[in-house]
C-alpha cells in the first residue's frame, strides 16, 4: 500500500492525540472533536481512518481504546532501530532530552561530534564517539538510521562517510542543505527555516 507523505503524518498525530485521550479515561471521540483538537477538518479524518479500514458509528463516534490500538499496530515497527545522531549541540541535545526519543520503536546507540570535551564521554547515557570514525561505528553498531544536527557545511560529507558503512537505511537531516544519497538511502529533510517561510506566508495571506 502506498501511503502519501501528508497521510502518514496526520496518522502520527492522530495516534498521539489517542495516547492523550487514553490517558485520560475518554471513551468515545468522533472526528469533529478530532477535527478541532489537531486543526484538520471533519471530514479530512474520516477519510484518513477509513483509508485504513476503520469505520466510526454515525452519531457516536469512534472508541477510543480501539482506535488507539488499532493505529498502533499499523504504526509498529518490525523491530527497534538502531539509531546514531551526529551534532551535539544545542539542538542535538534538545533532540536527546525530548520525551519523544524515550521509545520503544528505536535506541539511540552511537553520537557522533568533532568536539574533544564531548568525544569519548557519554551525554544522556550515550557514548560520544569522533565523526573522523562515522564509518567504522555505524558499521560496527549497525546503525541504521542517522540524524544530523550538523552545521550545513558538514552535512554532505558526514553523510558520505556514514553511508560507506553499507548498513544505514535513512536519513533525518535538520541542516540547512539538500543533500545527495544513494537510492537505497530513505532522505528526510526537517528545515526549521523552510517551515517558518511556509507559517509567514500562510498568515500573511490570511490577513490580505
Not at 489537531?38 to 476503520?54: I, M, N, P, T, W
Not at 551525554?123 to 538510521?145: F, H
Not at 535513512?170 to 517558518?196: K, M, Q, R, T, Y
Request: with cysteine.
Amino acid at each position: 500500500m502506498k501511503i502519501a507523505e501528508p497521510t502518514v503524518e496526520r496518522l502520527v498525530q492522530y495516534h498521539r492525540l489517542l495516547e492523550q485521550l487514553v490517558a485520560e479515561g475518554q471513551k468515545v471521540v468522533s472526528s469533529q472533536e478530532m477535527g478541532e483538537m489537531l486543526s484538520f477538518k471533519a471530514s479530512q479524518v474520516r477519510k484518513d481512518l477509513s483509508y485504513f479500514g476503520e469505520i466510526g458509528k454515525r452519531g457516536v463516534g469512534y472508541h477510543v481504546d480501539r482506535l488507539h490500538k488499532h493505529i498502533s499496530r499499523i504504526l509498529a515497527s518490525p523491530r527497534k532501530w538502531s539509531i546514531g545522531l551526529v551534532g551535539v549541540g544545542k539542538l542535538g541535545e534538545a533532540l536527546l532530552g525530548y520525551q519523544a526519543f524515550q521509545n520503544d520503536k528505536f535506541h539511540i546507540r552511537a553520537l557522533f561530534d568533532v568536539d574533544t570535551d564531548k568525544i569519548g564521554t557519554e551525554i544522556q547515557g550515550i557514548l560520544c564517539y569522533s565523526v573522523d570514525d562515522i564509518t567504522e561505528i555505524v558499521r560496527e553498531k549497525e546503525i541504521e538510521v542517522l540524524i544530523l544536527t550538523v552545521p550545513g557545511g558538514a552535512a554532505q560529507h558526514v553523510a558520505d562517510r556514514a553511508v560507506q558503512a553499507g548498513t544505514v537505511k535513512g536519513i533525518l537531516n535538520f541542516a540547512p542543505v539538500s543533500l545527495s544519497v544513494p537510492e537505497n538511502v530513505l532522505l528526510a529533510a526537517v528545515d526549521i527555516s523552510v517551515e517558518l517561510e511556509k507559517l509567514l506566508f500562510f498568515l500573511k495571506h490570511k490577513e490580505e
